[in-house]
Antibody
């Protein structure tokens, strides 16, 4: 079964750090570009970051640029999001998503992991 | 702040047709592919349409997508109670070098 499973969410204080993980199974992880998408409580979807299949190219939303770092370990079929200097407004469910097609569509999503930034 | 604009809500009776618009610009919809996602309450989003009009395996042909200029439309025919959800459009934005989602539309089956 093709699956993505996120972990690492939790409660963190403003200014703190957190590392999210996404474990992939059921497909050739190293062949796919991957993304992180988040959703604040009661709000819409917000794209966070992209990484190419090799890890050589990354992109970030302006809201997280310079604070978050996306990475992957193809040998471990895993995607990561290092979150530093977190802010209250980073509170959200974070999803990892597989990218397909010519147009950057996200066809496989994890169940999400909740990150709460609060003192 | 979303750069793709959708109506906040649409509604129709079972069996009817609804359309959801998604308005953008030349940097996103105008020159890139559009995707559509369905998010049922409490669940992760699900891909409905990719590359403007293509349906992933398992998505019924009641769902359709189209694009014209800087706007895109999702159509749902034969509306069912199980279609009650939030729907989002999305596209790569070449100016932002990032993916943008629409503001989201809540579909209600009357």
């Amino acid at each position: 079964e093709v699956q993505l499973v996120e972990s690492g969410g939790g409660l963190v204080q403003p200014g703190g750090s957190l590392r999210l993980s996404c474990a992939a199974s059921g497909f050739s992880f190293s062949s796919y570009e991957m993304n992180w998408v988040r959703q604040a409580p009661g709000k819409g979807l917000e794209w966070v970051s992209y990484i190419s299949s090799s890890g050589g190219a990354t992109y970030y939303a302006d809201s997280v640029k310079g604070r978050f770092t996306i990475s992957r370990d193809n040998a471990k079929n895993s995607l990561y999001l290092q979150m530093n200097s977190v802010r209250v407004e980073d509170t959200a469910v974070y999803y990892c998503a597989r990218e397909v097609g010519a147009g950057d569509a996200y066809d496989i999503w994890g169940q999400g992991t909740m990150v709460t930034v609060s003192s | 702040q979303s750069v793709l604009t959708q109506p906040p809500s649409v509604s129709a009776a079972p069996g009817q047709i609804v359309t959801i618009s998604c308005s953008g610009s030349s940097s996103n919809i105008g020159n890139n592919y559009v995707s559509w996602y369905q998010q049922l309450p409490g669940t992760a989003p699900k891909l409905l349409i990719y590359d403007n009009y293509k349906r992933p395996s398992g998505i019924p042909d009641r769902f359709s997508g189209s694009k014209s200029g800087t706007s895109a439309t999702l159509g749902i025919t034969g509306l069912q109670t199980g279609d009650e959800a939030d729907y989002y459009c999305g596209a790569w934005d070449s100016s932002l070098s990032g993916y943008v989602f629409g503001t989201g539309t809540k579909v209600t089956v009357l």
